[in-house]
């Protein structure tokens, strides 16, 4: 498992209870600390050769964009959407990039008009979308084309190439479709994206990667004769979720691929190479806090049914891209603290009408009653905003910045 890299550890449940008896459950906390610690560890390792792009969809919380704006490089952006919230946070609109592989005309015109950094072009048909509302708009909008490999190494969570996917120009097809789109006037290529898979553990699995990317940067660069100002890596770094997992261990991964980083940045010396990822920064940041509001005891089972479950946080009910469920790493908040529970195997299940709204099976905790919190790790990614929140109108899960041991309640999205 993932253990904070702050001193957070010793008050976490005293935050977390405090949260929940604060702000109501379900609730999400994150710590902003325990990122900032994240941060500083992935620039002590990778931040020789990379700048920090942070993926909105992982956790579009306005206050935590907000708090971000003068500690990361850049954002990436998948939706008109989060461009609204990225600005509302007071990020420069020059400073974030654009992903999606079906960005509607409307978004397209919101992003270009408001400055975007880069337009990452995932199609020729959006390309020439692009071009005519820049025309429109008496602009030329910098673009990044985003690539997708032939391959992607064993051992990543979700995939999105090596075999037929919506993102990005295939780079078998990248011959015949590059030129056409650097042909567009109103178009700049200013450098190229990938992002071909996610939630690695396998620090081989992402040296080879970035190996592949390497490959594919150098080769397009030499076909469209581009000296690139920015190529994008998806990071495509993991983080442990479950009982067993090992967390990354990014000196090994700098080890691994540092030399050859090296040798690449050399041969791109006017290249900003930026890192884009999500979850490894804010995943094990956020804890997802729940009640137990009944106890079952059923055939032989006892099942602990809380307050918030598969509709607050779809991803540790399993239901979010993991083909087969698993517990994630959880504890009771306050632990046996009578020292009178008994260790015993037990069920957890949400409020929902419905049998696949369990966020464990089986898993050994003191004894769960009635009123008690549970607290599920790893929930600082995906959460809410990967979430069913209306389904069933249960109320939304309230979210909480914990700061230098400073408590505010930051809820995106209220009941209503
Ligand atoms: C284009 C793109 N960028 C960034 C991310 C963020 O990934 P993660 O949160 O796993 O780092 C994703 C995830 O799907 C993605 O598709």
């Given at each position: 498992m993932c253990s904070p890299l702050t001193d957070l550890a010793a008050?976490?449940?005293?935050?977390?209870?405090?949260?929940?008896?604060?702000?109501?459950?379900?609730?999400?906390?994150?710590?902003?600390?325990?990122?900032?610690?994240?941060?500083?560890h992935l620039r002590a390792h990778l931040g020789r050769w990379f700048a920090v792009s942070f993926a909105v969809k992982s956790n579009p919380n306005p206050a935590l964009l907000g708090w971000m704006r003068d500690r990361l490089d850049c954002l990436d952006i998948s939706s008109g959407g989060e461009l609204a919230l990225a600005r509302e946070a007071g990020w420069d609109a020059?400073?974030?990039?654009?992903?999606?592989?079906?960005?509607?005309?409307?978004?397209?015109?919101?992003?270009?008009?408001a400055g975007l950094g880069e337009l990452v072009v995932e199609s020729l048909r959006e390309a020439r979308l692009a071009d005519a509302v820049a025309a429109e708009l008496?602009?030329?909008q910098p673009v990044l084309i985003r690539l997708a490999p032939a391959r992607v190494p064993k051992g990543f969570g979700d995939q999105m190439a090596g075999r037929p996917s919506p993102f990005g120009v295939d780079v078998e097809d990248a011959d015949e479709i590059l030129p056409q789109i650097a042909a567009l006037p109103n178009l700049r290529i200013?450098?190229?994206?990938?992002?071909?898979?996610?939630q690695c553990l396998k620090s081989q699995a992402i040296c080879e990667n970035w190996r592949i990317f390497m490959q594919v940067f150098s080769d397009t660069c030499a076909a469209l004769d581009l000296r690139p100002e920015k190529l994008i890596f998806g990071a495509g770094l993991g983080i442990p979720?479950?009982?067993?997992?090992?967390?990354?261990?990014?000196?090994?991964?700098?080890?691994?691929?540092?030399?050859e980083l090296g040798a690449f940045a050399a041969r791109f010396p006017a290249t900003r190479l930026v890192l884009e990822l999500g979850r490894y920064l804010v995943g094990p940041a956020g804890w997802f806090v729940t009640?137990?509001?009944?106890?079952?005891?059923?055939?032989?089972?006892?099942?602990?049914?809380?307050d918030g479950g598969l509709n607050a946080n779809l991803a540790a009910s399993g239901n979010f891209g993991m083909v087969l469920r698993r517990n994630y790493v959880m504890h009771r908040v306050g632990g046996d603290e009578s020292g009178t529970r008994p260790q015993e195997k037990q069920d957890i299940s949400g409020p929902l009408c419905t049998s696949i709204d369990k966020l464990g099976g089986g898993v050994l905790l003191p004894r769960l009653?009635?009123?008690?919190?549970?607290?599920?790790?790893?929930?600082?990614?995906?959460?809410?905003?990967?979430s069913p929140l209306h389904f069933i109108s249960h109320p939304m899960p309230a979210e909480v910045l914990v700061t230098g041991g400073?408590?505010?309640?930051?809820?995106r999205i209220r009941d209503g």
């Open positions: 008050d976490l449940d005293r935050h977390l209870a405090g949260a929940a008896a604060r702000f109501g459950t379900p609730a999400y906390v994150y710590a902003t600390d325990e990122i900032e610690a994240r941060l500083a020059a400073k974030i990039s654009f992903t999606g592989p079906a960005k509607r005309e409307t978004e397209l015109r919101a992003a270009i008009r008496g602009r030329v200013i450098g190229l994206h990938i992002y071909s898979g996610t979720y479950h009982p067993g997992d090992n967390a990354l261990d990014l000196a090994e991964i700098a080890a691994g691929i540092g030399p009640r137990v509001v009944s106890v079952k005891q059923s055939r032989g089972t006892r099942i602990a049914i809380c009653d009635e009123g008690d919190l549970l607290a599920i790790h790893g929930c600082g990614a995906y959460g809410p905003t990967a400073q408590m505010r309640e930051v809820t």
